[in-house]
């Protein structure tokens, strides 16, 4: 029984190893997903063997296993048929609670059943600390996130100031006290409940202040914490998947984590710790009035397009707002008849979690090839005849380049002033994130085409339609 066991996780292991290779292609992306989640069904089969071939498993334990499967599967399937893909950072944030909340009750189920914790070895013991401080902190703190990406949820004026340092501080210590105490005094209930109280707590006094554009960072650092966690829990239960499921996935959280950081000209400790970017550019360079913007009609930039033999799009935040990535998938069909080339420049940090870009373009059925990521689009835009950004601000100013005293200089950032022609697409002149003017605003081939995106959009595809492009 036991090598059945251990070949059915081994197998498991391998699935998941290459569903999550296959996850870093958008076009293999689907079929890795379903080949991870055949792996984790392996996974519960082998513990359920393994429990078969010791003790067995009583009537009413399998009452709550059949109970709880049904439940997870019949809200697993609803979340997927029925959240919209603007939705998205939302759900991810939401796995990443409900992974660590497992994680934390898998611990305490340990912990409590036997109630002694001296009658585990330190290890053992040690895992279950870590597993219940990091489950609890990714359970809170992705609560916090989804809460506040929905718009449920404002940060407190008390919570940007320097007082919550002090709160947490304090909260981080009475989780190393409770975690010592555990580890010391086995038989440490009331050091484990505060561990749990404290360390729930830290997450959310950590996850709160943080403003909704540093999301994409927040998320992936979380989705880190739930593989720290699920590891943990492995060597809790002695599950090897579990533990290597779960380095794999704290492994690459904390990559893209870094990734996205760098990708907003951020340090992580600037992310979790600091205030708002914006914050640093009034003491900086970056600002200043407008003096050169252009506008332009919807009916004016038709006429450009319609004479464009290459057009790239620029999708950021305000497209999904706005949810316009049907209608933006209607006016590239009506340019791709009409035999113009049309891709879509990516930035790794547009939208409000990694990849939310690519996500939002193929729930409209943009083919994948058209999606290049900055690397590779950004020395084609001066063989550009037109870009239409689309809810995007900081991905595409110059500043980042051109502006040492600005504070995003040194983030990569989109070359879209290199075209011939830049339409922008805004309700107003608001500023982005970084709460700073954008240079590309005042350029000579930029115009600006103020309105919500969506409408925008609908009301170009009426013009081009009315041009007759794309038409045979």
């Known amino acids: 029984m036991d090598f059945l066991k251990y070949a059915v996780e081994l ?20 079929s890795a997903n379903q080949l ?24 009413a334990a399998w009452t709550w296993i059949i109970i709880g499967t049904l439940i997870g599967g019949v809200l697993g399937a609803i979340t997927a048929q029925r959240v919209p893909m603007t939705s998205m950072p939302e759900t991810v944030a939401l796995f990443n609670g409900c992974g660590g ?44 996130a989804m809460a506040k990406l929905q718009g449920w949820l404002s940060t407190p004026a008390w919570m940007q100031s320097k007082a919550r340092h002090v709160v947490n501080i304090a909260l981080a210590v009475a989780s190393l006290v409770a975690a ?6 086995g038989n440490g209930t009331q050091g484990l409940w505060l561990l749990v109280v404290a360390s729930g707590l830290l997450g959310i006094g950590v996850t709160l202040p943080i403003g909704g554009a540093d999301m994409p960072v927040v998320i992936s650092l979380l989705n ?14 002695g599950s090897q998947l579990l533990i290597v499921a779960g380095a794999m996935v704290g492994a690459a959280g904390l990559i893209l984590t870094q990734v996205m950081c760098n990708g907003m000209n951020r340090s992580l400790v600037s992310v979790l710790f600091g205030g708002a970017l914006g914050a640093s550019a009034a003491s900086g360079g970056g600002g200043g009035e407008y003096t050169n913007i252009t506008s332009c009609s919807v009916e004016e930039c038709a006429l450009t397009l319609e004479a464009a033999e290459r057009v790239v799009i620029v999708p950021g935040y305000g497209l999904a707002v706005a949810q316009a990535q049907h209608t933006l998938r209607e006016v590239t069909r ?68 051109n502006d040492p005293n600005s504070p995003l200089y040194g983030m990569p950032v989109l070359d879209v002033q290199q075209a011939r022609t830049v339409f922008v697409v805004k309700r107003g002149m608001s500023a982005g994130y970084s709460g700073i003017k954008n240079d590309l605003f005042d350029l000579g081939n930029t115009s600006m085409v103020f309105g919500d995106a969506k409408k925008v959009l609908g009301d170009l595809l009426g013009e081009l339609k009315e041009l007759g492009v794309g038409k045979k």
């Not at 391998?14 to 292609?25: E, V």
């Not at 401080?133 to 990714?138: D, P, R, S, Y």
């Not at 690397?375 to 950004?389: H, K, M, Q, R, S």
């Open 11 to 30: 197998v498991a292991v391998l699935l998941l190893a290459l569903g999550i290779k296959g996850l870093s292609k958008v076009r293999s992306a689907r």
């Open 180 to 185: 010592i105490k555990l580890i010391t005094d």
């Open 101 to 144: 909340m497992s994680s934390l009750l898998v611990a305490l189920a340990a912990a409590f059943f036997p109630l002694q914790l001296e009658a585990a070895g330190l290890v053992a013991v040690v895992s279950i600390v870590i597993s219940v401080f990091v489950g609890a902190i990714t359970f809170t703190g992705s609560i916090v």
């Open 334 to 401: 009506s340019l791709e008849a009409a035999g113009i080339q049309v891709d879509y420049a990516i930035h790794p940090v547009a939208g409000r979690m990694p990849g939310h870009m690519n996500v939002l373009l193929a729930e409209a059925d943009v083919p994948y090839e058209q999606l290049k990521e900055m690397d590779v689009i950004n020395p084609e835009f001066p063989a550009t005849d037109v870009v239409l950004v689309l809810g995007a601000n900081d991905v595409v100013n110059p500043q980042a380049k």
């Open 36 to 59: 991870a989640a055949v792996a984790m069904a392996l996974a519960v089969l082998g513990l359920l063997i393994n429990y078969l071939g010791t003790s067995g498993i009583s009537a």
């Open 224 to 237: 880190s914490y739930s593989g720290v966690a699920a590891a943990a829990a492995g060597f809790v239960v």
